[in-house]
Structure formats: C-alpha cells, structure tokens
DNA sequence: TCATTGGTTAAGGAAGTACTTGACTATAGG
DNA sequence: CCTATAGTCAAGTACTTCCTTAACCAATGA
C-alpha cells in the first residue's frame, strides 16, 4: 500500500514533491473517496468509517494511513478510540491543479474566438 | 494498464460506474498528467506529446490508452499520424466532486458557527 | 479481574501498473 | 521503388495496490 516516489517526469521540470500523485492515487479509490465524504460531515472513530464498508478493518486501517501519507486525513488516538478528521487543505491542492487547467482551456478558447473573429493573418496552431 | 471494475464499495449505493476512480487513477500519474497540460494548451501528435518525456514511444502509447479510457482525451488517426486532443467535461467531472466536497465542508462550518454563537441547546456533534 | 471493544501488526497473495525491448505495419516523400 | 517517419502489437518484468487471515495489545466497563 505504499506509494513510491518517481524520477522526474519531464526534462528539467520539478515536479512538486509528487504530492499531486500522492492525493489523486489516494482519490482514485471509491472506499477513500466515500471515506472522504464520511470525514467531510464531521471527525469520526475508525470503527464508525469502517462501519458501511464491506471489508476487514485491517484493510480500512490501511486506507486510513493512505489518506494521512498525503496529508489529506489526520487522526489522533485517545484512549482507545482513533479519531479521524480531514484536512481540506490538500484537498483544494487537487482541486486548484484541475481549476487551473480548466480556466488555462478556457482562456486558449476565448484566444481561438477572438483570433477566428478579427484577424485574417496565420499564426500556428501551436501559438494559441 | 488496464483499469478494471469493482464491486460497489459502500452498501446499497451506486460507485457511478467507477469513472471518477479511473479519471482520478488517470491523474495520479505525473507523466499523464504533463500530457493534459500539454493538451490543454492545443492538439498534438503522438510523438509530439513524447517529446519531452524520457521514456519510450510504447509507454507513452500506453498512457495515451489510459487517458483515452477515462474519456479524458480523444485522439484520432489521419494518415500516419494520430493527433490528441482533450476532452475538458471529464476534467471537470473530477473538479465537480471537489469543490461538492469542499462546498459541503464550508457549509458544516456555517452551522457549526452558528451553533456556537447563538444556541445553547444540545444538538449531536453528527447532526451537523 | 476478566471479557469485550477498538485498534494494530505482520505476512501473504491476486491483480494491476508502468515501464522495457523487439518485431512489425503503414504512410509520406524523394 | 525505397527509406525514413509515425505509430502499433506482444511479451516480459519489477513493483505497487488492495485485500485477506491470524495473531496481538490496550483501554473500558460490568
């Protein structure tokens, strides 16, 4: 259940630590994400999210520690009770990576209109 | 590469047809997702979208079948080159189940501020 | 105190992922 | 026609992921 840590992508580009990998891979998961939406309504105990899932606790244990190793769940034990409660934070960091490509689309349309509009001339696609 | 289907994960409620776990799984992937910006910024060729990318033509293919999967990018064949282009709706399906989540989450802390400031009764920690 | 509840650890296995190499097909251009 | 370009197919491999069972420990609470 580990998640490995990759040689850069692409040439000379940083690559953020691969957190994004992290959070996408931890949301790639129907169990995680619905973990997500149980943790959205408020801080719950481990048996109380393993409690609708169809699986062993062992296994919900180790959904849990996904979604703490990228940072997008906390929990903290007291007595014998572990609570878990989620970090928004990380998940915006998903979220924002998505808006900005959709508004990056959004501004090459609104280039692509106004170039099909008003000017005659012939710039690559490849410029737009 | 393939992405298979599994069984539902919470009881008695539907997973969508898992295609937020295989766009998610599509984007946990640095490479594949250097790609979507790269698409985002205009179509390209296949071997244009390997260019900067240190791996073989086979692999890139490869990622290519995943995105096409989710249905994150369509690509088409006009003589010998195959030319990609994104599909921004899918993008915005992952965006979607973030920002409900993190509406939902802004939503928990109106009421909870609510609650504090202005009701001394005794409402469950669950209930809001 | 002692059974129960809540959680944890370790080990193992089936399936999936991210590559590779090698061989191969189908255009495009000279 | 012939070579280079662009892409494809198949097989193999190392590693990761998701889940299981079988212990096990540590707080409750009667």
């Not at 007595?79 to 090459?108: F, H, K, M, N």
Request: with cysteine; net charge neutral.
């Amino acid at each position: 259940m580990t998640i490995g840590v990759r040689r850069p992508i692409v040439k000379d580009m940083p690559n953020y630590g691969g957190s994004l990998d992290r959070v996408f891979q931890a949301l790639a998961d129907g169990t995680r994400r619905a973990m997500v939406e149980r943790l959205i309504r408020g801080p719950v105990s481990v048996s109380e999210l393993a409690r609708p899932l169809e699986m062993s606790l062992p296994a919900v244990m180790q959904h849990i520690q996904v979604l703490e190793a990228c940072g997008l769940v906390r929990s903290e034990k007291i007595g014998r009770v572990r609570t878990c409660r989620i970090e928004p934070d990380v998940l915006r960091t998903a979220e924002d990576w998505l808006a900005g490509q959709r508004t990056s689309w959004e501004r090459r349309l609104d280039r692509l209109g106004d170039y099909l509009l008003d000017d005659p001339g012939t710039p690559e696609e490849g410029s737009l």
